[in-house]
Protein backbone atom coordinates (compact mmCIF):
# COMPACT_ATOMS: atom_id res chain seq x y z
CA UNK A 1 0.00 0.00 0.00
CA UNK A 2 1.29 3.49 -0.52
CA UNK A 3 2.24 5.61 1.79
CA UNK A 4 2.60 9.66 2.13
CA UNK A 5 6.46 10.95 3.03
CA UNK A 6 6.98 12.85 5.86
CA UNK A 7 7.34 15.88 3.95
CA UNK A 8 3.92 15.14 2.16
CA UNK A 9 2.29 14.57 5.30
CA UNK A 10 3.95 18.07 6.82
CA UNK A 11 2.84 20.14 3.86
CA UNK A 12 -0.53 18.12 3.76
CA UNK A 13 -1.31 19.46 7.71
CA UNK A 14 -1.82 22.86 6.47
CA UNK A 15 -4.62 22.09 4.36
CA UNK A 16 -8.56 22.25 5.78
CA UNK A 17 -9.19 18.93 7.06
CA UNK A 18 -11.53 17.70 4.45
CA UNK A 19 -8.86 17.84 1.80
CA UNK A 20 -6.54 16.30 4.10
CA UNK A 21 -8.82 13.24 4.37
CA UNK A 22 -9.72 13.52 0.69
CA UNK A 23 -5.49 13.12 0.10
CA UNK A 24 -4.87 10.54 2.85
CA UNK A 25 -7.23 8.03 1.76
CA UNK A 26 -6.07 8.67 -2.17
CA UNK A 27 -2.75 7.24 -1.13
CA UNK A 28 -3.63 4.24 0.53
CA UNK A 29 -4.85 3.73 -3.36
CA UNK A 30 -1.97 4.86 -5.57
CA UNK A 31 1.33 6.36 -4.87
CA UNK A 32 1.36 10.64 -4.57
CA UNK A 33 3.60 13.22 -3.78
CA UNK A 34 2.06 16.25 -1.76
CA UNK A 35 3.81 19.49 -3.81
CA UNK A 36 1.87 22.62 -2.54
CA UNK A 37 -0.72 22.80 0.47
CA UNK A 38 -0.58 26.16 2.32
CA UNK A 39 1.20 29.14 0.67
CA UNK A 40 3.43 31.71 2.40
CA UNK A 41 3.22 35.40 1.00
CA UNK A 42 6.75 34.82 -0.70
CA UNK A 43 5.83 31.22 -2.65
CA UNK A 44 2.47 32.58 -4.02
CA UNK A 45 4.33 35.62 -5.48
CA UNK A 46 7.01 33.22 -6.79
CA UNK A 47 4.15 31.01 -7.93
CA UNK A 48 2.94 34.22 -9.43
CA UNK A 49 5.48 35.36 -11.26
CA UNK A 50 6.92 32.28 -12.36
CA UNK A 51 3.59 31.64 -13.99
CA UNK A 52 2.29 28.75 -11.74
CA UNK A 53 -0.42 30.63 -10.38
CA UNK A 54 -2.63 33.36 -11.89
CA UNK A 55 -3.37 35.03 -8.33
CA UNK A 56 -1.54 37.45 -6.11
CA UNK A 57 -1.45 36.46 -2.84
CA UNK A 58 -3.81 37.06 -0.57
CA UNK A 59 -6.33 35.49 -3.35
CA UNK A 60 -5.30 32.04 -3.83
CA UNK A 61 -6.69 29.41 -1.90
CA UNK A 62 -3.52 28.68 -0.90
CA UNK A 63 -3.11 30.89 1.25
CA UNK A 64 -6.25 30.62 3.40
CA UNK A 65 -5.50 31.41 7.07
CA UNK A 66 -8.22 30.60 9.86
CA UNK A 67 -7.50 32.36 13.44
CA UNK A 68 -4.00 33.08 12.58
CA UNK A 69 -3.04 29.22 11.31
CA UNK A 70 -2.38 28.47 8.02
CA UNK A 71 -5.50 26.45 6.54
CA UNK A 72 -5.04 25.99 2.90
CA UNK A 73 -8.36 25.06 0.48
CA UNK A 74 -5.86 24.05 -2.11
CA UNK A 75 -3.32 21.38 -2.66
CA UNK A 76 -1.01 20.53 -5.31
CA UNK A 77 -0.55 16.55 -5.85
CA UNK A 78 1.13 14.43 -8.39
CA UNK A 79 1.59 10.58 -8.91
CA UNK A 80 4.81 9.73 -7.54
CA UNK A 81 6.65 6.78 -6.19
CA UNK A 82 9.87 6.42 -4.51
CA UNK A 83 12.47 5.60 -6.87
CA UNK A 84 10.67 6.80 -10.02
CA UNK A 85 11.34 10.25 -11.97
CA UNK A 86 8.77 12.59 -11.76
CA UNK A 87 6.93 13.29 -14.71
CA UNK A 88 5.65 16.49 -15.30
CA UNK A 89 3.76 15.88 -18.49
CA UNK A 90 0.63 15.27 -18.17
CA UNK A 91 -0.41 11.38 -18.81
CA UNK A 92 -2.74 9.05 -18.15
CA UNK A 93 -0.82 8.88 -14.47
CA UNK A 94 -2.30 12.13 -14.26
CA UNK A 95 -5.95 11.58 -15.24
CA UNK A 96 -5.91 8.21 -12.95
CA UNK A 97 -4.45 10.31 -9.98
CA UNK A 98 -7.89 13.17 -10.47
CA UNK A 99 -10.27 10.49 -11.42
CA UNK A 100 -9.47 8.54 -7.83
CA UNK A 101 -9.28 11.83 -6.01
CA UNK A 102 -12.83 12.23 -7.58
CA UNK A 103 -14.28 9.29 -6.31
CA UNK A 104 -12.66 9.64 -3.24
CA UNK A 105 -13.96 13.23 -2.69
CA UNK A 106 -17.42 11.59 -3.40
CA UNK A 107 -17.00 9.11 -0.89
CA UNK A 108 -16.38 11.32 1.39
CA UNK A 109 -18.98 13.84 0.65
CA UNK A 110 -16.06 16.70 0.36
CA UNK A 111 -16.66 19.38 -2.80
CA UNK A 112 -13.45 20.04 -4.56
CA UNK A 113 -13.10 21.12 -7.74
CA UNK A 114 -10.12 19.72 -9.69
CA UNK A 115 -7.70 22.04 -11.76
CA UNK A 116 -7.11 20.23 -14.78
CA UNK A 117 -10.21 21.85 -15.89
CA UNK A 118 -8.07 25.05 -16.05
CA UNK A 119 -4.77 23.67 -17.01
CA UNK A 120 -3.34 22.90 -13.79
CA UNK A 121 -3.94 19.11 -13.39
CA UNK A 122 -2.24 18.77 -9.61
CA UNK A 123 -4.38 21.16 -8.09
CA UNK A 124 -7.65 20.45 -6.40
CA UNK A 125 -9.19 22.74 -4.32
CA UNK A 126 -11.98 22.80 -1.82
CA UNK A 127 -15.37 24.28 -3.24
CA UNK A 128 -17.35 27.21 -1.61
CA UNK A 129 -20.30 26.35 -0.27
CA UNK A 130 -22.95 29.28 -1.27
Partial sequence: MPELSKRCIDRLSECHFDIQAVI???SSYLPIMVTWGWR???DQEEAYHGGKSSLRWPHSKHNRMVDGVPQSHAV???PFALGED???DVTDKWRLMASYVWQVSIKKEVDL???GYFGDYSHFEKQEKT
Wanted: net charge neutral; proline share 0%.
Fill in 86 to 88: IVW
Fill in 76 to 78: DII
Fill in 40 to 42: GKE
Fill in 24 to 26: VKT
Fill in 113 to 115: IWG
